[in-house]
DNA sequence: ACCTGAACACCGTTCAAGT
DNA sequence: ACCTGAACACCGTTCAAGT
């Protein structure tokens, strides 16, 4: 039964799962695959190579076509939600993708089909571009810290963290971290990619207000 | 010659500039500072400590007072501004900053101001920190990714990771990437900055046209 | 109180040798 | 071609013992 470069990701996501980014080590994925660790070497350069391989797989479906029929507003959205669920939906998957660049075919495709969806409604491309790294940045960076905030200890996690707080902290910034610890990631997430998306659509009219009398 | 806390946090930072996070270790950092590595656990329960203490110094005088008559979307460019500058500060800022959370004085006075600043012009305490942390995110994103495209060989960074990609980018994404590649970082930055903020701009019209029936 | 020296339990990676 | 076994050069962390 030989061990395949795909088995070895697939090994490498379980893992992952079971024991977090940084108990992740070729000679427990080497166990976990009845294999010594040394063995991964002939399927992957190095851990770093992995990792990537890793991200990649992470990010499948994402770029996947939309429903034509959608708003593009809507489309925007439906990518934004697609890509959390998909970092979600592995332990500390956000922060794998984080530690990777470009490459590989499904992080182009996405790419692609949000830089293309920004040019078809009137975008230039370079700057649909920009939109949707700015964006990637905003959906990576909230995705980290849900998953880091899983990992604390829910009793002594926040609320702790504030209350030890030097200087102490006014009563209502007290209560807004306090009430922005509890409220639902989902929502808050929701709440991000509706504020960024309404900067879009302002920038979107600004440019076709400059268009109609220069085109 | 006695090594205090403070010391330590210097040479931590030193060390940082000079063999970026990976290269960072309580070995390499007693020596820089004429101990063994076990020494620096009289001053740090553990390395993660250390970091924390170094992210929360990166954060240093982002949420210093904003000149009053300042109108207040350019006192949100401007915090932003000192963030991005305090990341990147030091070689991995951005990364050493993302992997700690809450905590210190710098880091709970810059939250702070920012909440304040959105609360004074009229949104609610919670969704002024929503809007400071989805704000974050993004910042922290895109100078984790400006420090990491520094460190990629320049003649053998983007565009060869483009022209190996599988499936080939259609030539308006390959120009849109290469353009993007080639761009200032810091337009780049300001570019995403001014969406945002027109999001949030956005919101606020939204809330004062909401408010003045209710209330 | 602060530091040394040495150890413990690990790492990523390499490589001769086996099958 | 793929894997084993063992090594190399490191890690973070602990702790008796020194000063």
């Known amino acids: 039964m030989v061990l395949r ?11 992952l799962d079971a024991e977090g980014l940084d ?11 009845n294999v010594q660790g040394g063995a991964l070497y002939r399927h992957f350069p190095s851990k770093e190579a992995l990792l990537d391989a890793m991200a990649e797989r992470l990010l499948a479906g994402v770029g996947a076509p939309l429903p034509a029929e959608m708003p593009w507003l809507d489309q925007c959205r439906e990518m934004a939600e697609r890509l959390r669920v998909q970092l979600l939906s592995r ?24 830089i293309e969806l920004l ?13 949707t790294f700015a964006f990637f940045y905003f959906v990576l960076g909230h995705t980290i810290e849900e998953q880091a905030l899983v990992r604390l200890d829910p009793a002594h996690g926040w ?5 030890e707080a030097q200087p102490v902290p006014s009563p209502a910034l007290a209560s807004a971290m306090l009430a922005m610890a509890k409220a639902d990631p989902a929502e808050r997430f929701r709440y991000g990619v509706r504020l ?16 109609t009398s220069g085109v």
Request: avoid cysteine; proline fraction near 4%; aromatic fraction near 4%.
């Open 5 to 15: 470069r795909a088995d070895v990701v697939d090994g490498a996501l379980e893992l």
């Open 23 to 33: 108990g992740l080590t070729m000679r427990k994925l080497g166990a976990a695959l």
């Open 91 to 114: 332990r500390d998957g956000a922060r794998v993708v984080a530690g990777t660049y470009v490459s590989g075919p499904n992080t182009m495709t996405a790419g692609g089909r949000a």
């Open 119 to 131: 040019s078809s409604v009137g975008f230039p491309p370079e700057e649909a571009a920009w939109i």
């Open 159 to 163: 609320e702790a963290r504030l209350a």
């Open 196 to 211: 960024f998306l309404a900067g879009v659509e302002r920038r979107l009219e600004e440019l076709r207000a400059d268009g």
